[in-house]
């Protein structure tokens, strides 16, 4: 499977933009000032040669909060979309393989949390349990808890096509038990398919803890930088009066780094989408 | 007489029926759940912090009898839906019932949902047909197009609009439903429906703009599938005419993103909630922004509520027009 993405000139072209922002999230705050420090002197400023990208409404510069922003987002994406995935792979990877009640169960169960308006609830979750001052850890087991379905579903449809391979049959007709089969000859020939699943996984959970910090139910923001936080427009931070003053450079960086980064896993979806479904690279 | 339920069309209508009370079952136990699973008391949360001792208790005693938290968990849930059964959601901290105030600003909402779901589906999905058949530069350019407007955080564009159209560009008002002073009760309802709508347009631009991005990218990867399979390319073969290929294309092609219909509503029904709070609009999303802010727990609980039943009657409605336009449906015959 590996080789055939690596063929993929879109999938290539998507992996890169998405390792370069997680290079600039590991990187970049080693290199910058701290980012919640407040600084009386420098009060809300445009873009300097000192200040890159400008600052705060506190004095915070703006660009070590976007590194920062881009570090913890990451890592909240990683711990939901790891959640999201893990469960993905419980309810979609094993229930097909135990056909019957087992199946039909877990699938009209995930089919019934599909219909959640999952945004909606993830504010009324954030909003009971965080009780204003949520840990990253919190918000990001949260968004996991409530975005398992999309996963549980893609994995599922890619077992049940690789349940009727040949290679499959002969593993079952030489009498290797259901569980065995599963874990030693779909799961590795899915792994690839899971790693996108989980990136996928991983940049929906950043696009809703942005949403979630926007409208201040996110992580705490004195204590935590987020992109999200950033964009902290109807609580507390920085961009809660950018608009009507005009600072541009509060809010256009944060959120441009998170339409690259979707973009990225997008392009690299699409060059997926094709490798896994033939008829579609004639397009 | 024929029995009416043995139409296959009915069976179809019975089984999605019940399959969305499931549904509504399982998250009106939720919606019991959250609030006893959450940490702390949700009654402490309410007591005004300084109160201090006998009278906190008192209060707490008093408060925990109001809303029957003194009783049996079994007590609590068989109250749970008698009450919801005579539409009592309980009362929000200004003591006027969370059914009155979540449903007098529904009509907000739902001003915006629709017509976005619906000028969305149609707009995406004529746009990306068209991108589909003329090809070249142009397509490859609205393609590019409505996936950056897929993809980016539907939030930040609202922030950007909001910046380039209100500040900037002082073209609309920067946000709220009505002008201010504007009483909407002292006036008729054809100045009220003129002062509403410059207020109206950016958050229905930001939701359309982000929704019919996604149409579209979807329907131009669907119609130059369609254009490329046989039938297709055995049309022309025999020398149909481009117009109508591209009729056939489309039609085959709109089925699938019907299906889409389903889970667009329920992304929908959140950015729109996101979309009130940032422009103002007086909706569902507003209500549950100034109850979180104000820890009205039984308010929060009631957006919820809300919106869950507009999801799920919505879903419905759709899946009844899908086996409607799907003829293997309508008639119960495979293809």
Request: aromatic share 12%; glycine share 10%; with cysteine.
């Amino acid at each position: 499977m590996f080789d055939l993405l690596v063929r993929s000139p879109k999938f290539i072209f998507g992996t890169a933009i998405v390792l370069a922002i997680i290079l600039f999230g590991i990187i970049g705050p080693v290199f910058t000032r701290d980012p919640l420090k407040p600084n009386p002197h420098h009060v809300a400023e445009s873009p300097s040669g000192v200040y890159i990208l400008g600052t705060g409404d506190l004095g915070e510069d703006l660009f070590a909060q976007l590194c920062m922003g881009t570090r913890n987002s990451l890592m909240i994406g990683a711990i939901a979309g790891g959640f999201a995935t893990f469960v993905g792979v419980l309810v979609g990877g094993i229930g097909p393989y135990k056909s019957g009640l087992a199946d039909e169960t877990s699938n009209a169960f995930t089919n019934v949390v599909m219909v959640f308006p999952m945004l909606p609830l993830l504010i009324v979750l954030v909003a009971l349990f965080g009780g204003g001052n949520a840990s990253m850890f919190l918000v990001a087991t949260l968004i996991g808890l409530t975005s398992w379905p999309w996963a549980a579903r893609c994995i599922r449809s890619q077992v049940l096509t690789l349940k009727e391979r040949e290679f499959i049959n002969v593993a079952r007709m030489s009498g290797v038990k259901g569980r065995k089969i599963v874990i030693t000859e779909i799961m590795p020939n899915m792994l690839a398919y899971i790693i996108i699943v989980f990136v996928v996984s991983l940049s929906i959970a950043i696009l809703t803890e942005a949403g979630l910090s926007m409208i201040g139910l996110g992580p705490d923001p004195s204590s935590n930088v987020t992109l999200g936080t950033m964009l902290d427009f109807l609580g507390t931070g920085s961009t809660s009066i950018a608009l009507p003053w005009n600072y541009w450079w509060a809010f256009i960086p944060p959120g441009l780094v998170l339409t690259i980064f979707l973009l990225g896993v997008f392009i690299m979806q699409s060059g997926m989408d094709e490798v896994f479904n033939p008829r579609l690279r004639r397009v | 007489m024929k029995n009416p339920f043995a139409h296959p069309f009915a069976k179809f209508v019975l089984k999605k029926l019940f399959f969305y009370l499931v549904v509504t079952f399982i998250a009106l136990n939720f919606i019991f759940l959250i609030p006893r699973l959450m940490p702390g008391n949700p009654i402490d949360q309410m007591i005004p912090p300084g109160t201090t001792d006998p009278g906190r208790k008192s209060l707490r005693a008093e408060l925990g009898k109001y809303f029957g938290l003194n009783k049996s968990r079994s007590e609590q849930y068989v109250d749970f839906w008698l009450n919801l059964l005579r539409g009592n959601l309980g009362l929000s901290m200004d003591f006027r019932p969370v059914a009155t105030v979540v449903m007098e600003k529904l009509p907000y909402t739902m001003v915006l949902v629709v017509p976005v779901l619906l000028v969305g589906f149609f707009v995406g999905n004529w746009i990306g047909a068209r991108a589909a058949y003329i090809k070249g530069k142009l397509s490859e350019a609205i393609y590019f197009a409505s996936i950056f407007a897929s993809q980016m955080p539907f939030y930040w564009f609202a922030m950007v609009i909001l910046f380039l159209l209100a500040v900037k560009l002082p073209i609309f008002p920067t946000g709220g439903t009505f002008s201010p002073l504007f009483i909407p009760p002292l006036h008729s309802p054809v100045e009220v429906f003129l002062d509403a709508l410059p207020h109206y347009g950016l958050p229905f631009l930001t939701l359309l703009i982000i929704t019919t991005g996604g149409w579209a990218s979807g329907m131009r990867a669907m119609t130059l599938y369609e254009l490329d399979s046989g039938y297709i390319l055995y049309a022309r073969q025999l020398g149909f005419r481009k117009k109508k290929l591209m009729s056939y294309a489309r039609r085959n092609a709109i089925l699938p993103q019907f299906t889409g219909l389903n889970v667009n509503l329920n992304n929908l029904i959140g950015m729109t909630m996101i979309i009130e709070m940032v422009f103002r609009w007086d909706g569902v999303g507003l209500v549950a922004l100034n109850a979180i802010k104000s820890r009205d727990y039984f308010l929060i609980l009631g957006t919820f509520l809300i919106t869950m039943v507009v999801v799920v009657i919505g879903n419905f409605l759709v899946d009844i027009a899908y086996g409607f336009l799907d003829p293997r449906i309508r008639t119960g015959r495979e293809g």
